[in-house]
């Protein structure tokens, strides 16, 4: 570890304490509850937007807030802020992600310091994708990592209360097929995860796949939360994100609902709401009892899934 981040890393006077009981165990024993994703905003006018999103999320009590953390590695001051601030200003439990994109694994180890110091104990344990391009090859940093089981190793050494890996249904992008996926996602859950969020998707089966997948792979592993992810489509410009983050897999059902409607706001609106819900139904009929939602930073889709599959806390 290099001088100037042991003089980063010396004790100040004392932040407050992070949450004690890891969000696995929390998880694990939460019934009908939900988790929401958050970003850190680009301005002031977002910040301001955002922060009302979060006072009304607050009050329908998500088991955490999670925070993401810049494409290409470059945010983490906005990550270490939002998490920091949703600590002290709210009943809201920060998890901060945290990716190994263009940093060593010393600066790594520094942004674990400043959230613990932020009172922020848990992480979710990311690899990231090239600056840049996303679909550019992996390289990782000189002195950085390649994996993100090697980060996960890094925040549990660090002291992290809580670390949390990815999932992805469908199967990472760069994997050659399932099963190494899913070889690759128990391998970070053994060492040291204590759950894993999945990359949303559309069709509730692939969800179910990689549920049957894990369990199937990795018997060891029975019981660790893998929370399904949701993301209501309310607007063309949604649907343009969930692309990107599906790899432009959008089953042909959904154009087949959603096409017609793409001049009518309102009805686009309601259709897309409807087949979050309709998902989120189906979910917790097959036994989920936490959904993340992605928020986009604005509660109203949330708040109006949360309510009609009655997920307060
Ligand atoms: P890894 O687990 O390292 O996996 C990457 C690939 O390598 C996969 O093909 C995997 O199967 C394979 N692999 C894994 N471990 C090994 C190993 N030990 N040996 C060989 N191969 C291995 N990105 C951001 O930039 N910021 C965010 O805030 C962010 N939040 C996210 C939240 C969620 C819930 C999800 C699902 C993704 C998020 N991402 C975010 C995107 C993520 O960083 C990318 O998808 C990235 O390409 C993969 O990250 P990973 O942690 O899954 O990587």
Same mark, same amino acid.
């Given at each position: 570890?290099? !001088?100037? #981040?042991?003089?980063?890393? =010396? ?6 304490? &992070? ?13 009908? =509850? ?7 905003? @680009? ?6 937007? $955002? ?20 494409? !290409? ?45 932020? !009172?922020?104990?848990?992480? #979710? ?5 090239? @600056?840049?391009?996303? =679909? ?9 990592? $390649? ?6 190793? *890094? ?18 992008? %760069? ?8 070889? @690759? ?13 999945? +990359? ?7 969800? #179910? ?5 894990? &369990? ?42 959603? &096409? ?10 309601? %259709?897309? *709401? ?6 989120? +139904? ?9 959904? @993340? ?7 109203? &889709? ?7 599959? !009655?997920?307060?806390?």
């Amino acid at each position: 570890m290099s !001088g100037a #981040l042991d003089a980063g890393a =010396r004790p100040g006077p004392p932040g407050p304490a &992070a949450p004690a009981v890891p969000l696995g165990d929390v998880l694990r024993a939460a019934r009908r =509850r939900f988790s929401v994703e958050l970003s850190p905003p @680009h301005d002031e006018a977002g910040a301001a937007r $955002q922060w009302e999103a979060v006072r009304r999320l607050e009050r329908l009590r998500p088991v955490f807030a999670s925070v993401t953390y810049g494409a !290409g590695g470059g945010d983490q001051d906005g990550t270490v802020e939002l998490a920091g601030r949703l600590r002290d200003g709210t009943g809201v439990r920060p998890l901060a992600h945290l990716t190994a994109v263009g940093q060593p694994a010393d600066a790594l180890r520094e942004v674990l310091r400043r959230l613990r110091a932020a !009172g922020v104990g848990d992480v #979710l344990a990311l690899r990231g994708d090239p @600056h840049g391009d996303p =679909r550019a090859p992996w390289r990782p940093h000189p002195g950085g990592l $390649q994996h993100a089981d090697q980060l996960v190793r *890094l925040a549990r050494a660090e002291g992290a209360v809580s670390v949390g890996v990815a999932a992805f249904p469908l199967g990472h992008p %760069e994997s050659p097929d399932l099963d190494s996926d899913t070889r @690759h996602l128990a391998g970070k859950l053994r060492a040291g995860a204590d759950f894993a969020i999945a +990359q949303l998707c559309f069709d509730v089966e692939e969800f #179910l796949r990689l549920r049957d997948r894990l &369990a199937r792979t990795a018997p060891d592993l029975a019981g660790v939360p893998v929370l399904p992810g949701l993301l209501p489509v309310t607007s063309p410009r949604v649907l343009e994100v969930t692309r990107r983050l599906t790899g432009d897999h959008e089953p042909s059902w959904l154009q087949r609902r959603l &096409a017609p409607l793409l001049d009518d706001r309102g009805a686009f609106r309601e %259709e897309g *709401l409807e087949v979050a819900l309709e998902a989120g +139904q189906r979910l917790l009929a097959e036994g989920e009892q936490v959904l @993340h939602l992605y928020s986009l930073n604005s509660s109203g &889709a949330v708040e109006r899934l949360v309510g009609e599959l !009655g997920l307060a806390g």
